[in-house]
């Protein structure tokens, strides 16, 4: 028999060990087991803590528990807790690195276990059952890199970009011969370019990639505007801190992108020339007053909220995930980017005063850690 002894401080959650009591204040206390090759894993669960299991939908996750990627379309476990803002944080883990609760069930505590294939049901509640596991680990995992390795080969002259909407069903395919300098009859200023439904300012003056992002919405976020008053100098700063706080980020090596939305580009037929000369006016002299080098996307589509009638939204348009995504496969040099110091801040929140919750649900869709605009600059 070996002992453990652990001394533990006061802590917000609730610790669970092999179905032991939650202890809330400091204790010392020693705990017996058998020694054996294989160790047991716990699990750090408060009441509200939910567990969640999907299939990953691109490769920029990163295990907690190993520190490792998690392959795209392999199965991943979830930790799902509320951060001290009320706003939910995922930890995401390998199926072999999960650590199990005391008390074992699949389908009664798993989100999203009906909609996984059979095999992988099996293995999950093997593995909550506290059966061996790896033969069944291995042979889900097998065949999901089996089709994996099928749908990159059968794609291998261009890159494909799917969207994390999977009822959407839509694969946008990036192609610089698709890049224009105009965007359908609006011509576009020096260094702005459009694709598709996205308007992109290509690359800004001592623009550095880099795997720290520090992405902002625009309007009612960075730059006070308003919807009645069009014109490049409508506008100003939202919080005086901004300059400084944007120069700062810059100085530690993160690179500033700005995604916002801006239908009125597209709405604005007879008028899109001076919509997009606002827009773009606004950006430019923006980044003039900041003084610090920003990459832009700026989605012009319209979602089903808009007037015209459309069959689905637009991907590129937020709260779709399309416009990071676009940036992070095309526009980022290839560097992989680090999901646990990126970030991203935007006024749609769906608060009660807030017009939408398109912010959150971008940052949410994306696996990014969220701000309102009054959190992170101060209001």
């Not at 017996?32 to 999907?54: G, H």
């Not at 890049?179 to 260094?191: H, I, Q």
């Not at 120069?247 to 992108?257: A, D, E, I, T």
Request: net charge positive.
């Amino acid at each position: 028999m070996n002992t453990l002894r652990f001394s533990l401080l006061p802590i917000p959650k609730f610790f669970f060990l092999n179905g032991c009591h939650p202890y809330k204040h400091r204790h010392n206390f020693s705990v017996s087991v058998n020694a054996s090759p294989r160790p047991f894993r716990v699990i750090l669960m408060a009441p509200s803590e939910t567990i969640v299991a999907e299939y990953a939908k691109s490769n920029r996750s990163t295990c907690k528990a190993c520190s490792k990627a998690i392959e795209s379309k392999t199965l991943r476990l979830g930790l799902v807790s509320k951060d001290k803002r009320g706003y939910n944080v995922t930890k995401w883990h390998h199926l072999s690195c999960f650590p199990l609760p005391s008390s074992h069930s699949t389908s009664d505590i798993i989100t999203g276990f009906s909609s996984l294939k059979s095999s992988d049901q099996e293995a999950l509640t093997k593995l909550f059952a506290g059966e061996d596991q790896s033969e069944a680990v291995c042979k889900a995992t097998e065949e999901i890199q089996n089709d994996q390795q099928e749908s990159e080969e059968s794609d291998s002259k261009k890159r494909k970009l799917s969207t994390s909407d999977v009822k959407a069903g839509m694969n946008i395919i990036f192609s610089v011969s698709d890049v224009k300098s105009s965007y359908k009859d609006a011509t576009l200023l020096p260094k702005w370019k459009a694709f598709q439904t996205i308007i992109f300012l290509e690359r800004d003056d001592g623009l550095q990639d880099s795997s720290k992002v520090a992405a902002f919405d625009f309007d009612g976020c960075l730059a006070n505007t308003s919807v009645r008053i069009s014109g490049s100098n409508a506008w100003s700063l939202m919080y005086p801190s901004i300059p400084d706080k944007l120069q700062s980020l810059y100085n530690n090596g993160y690179k500033l992108v700005i995604f916002t939305n801006e239908s009125n580009i597209e709405r604005w037929k007879n008028k899109r020339q001076a919509a997009v000369d606002s827009k773009i006016g606004r950006l430019n002299n923006f980044i003039d007053k900041v003084k610090v080098p920003i990459q832009v996307f700026i989605a012009c589509g319209i979602g089903k909220s808009g007037k015209a009638v459309t069959k689905e939204d637009d991907p590129f348009r937020k709260p779709k995930p399309g416009m990071w995504q676009l940036m992070e496969q095309y526009f980022n040099s290839g560097i992989t980017i680090d999901m646990d110091q990126s970030f991203y801040v935007g006024d749609a929140a769906g608060r009660p005063s807030d017009h939408s919750d398109a912010d959150i649900k971008f940052a949410e869709a994306n696996g990014l850690k969220f701000y309102v605009p009054e959190e992170y600059f101060g209001a």
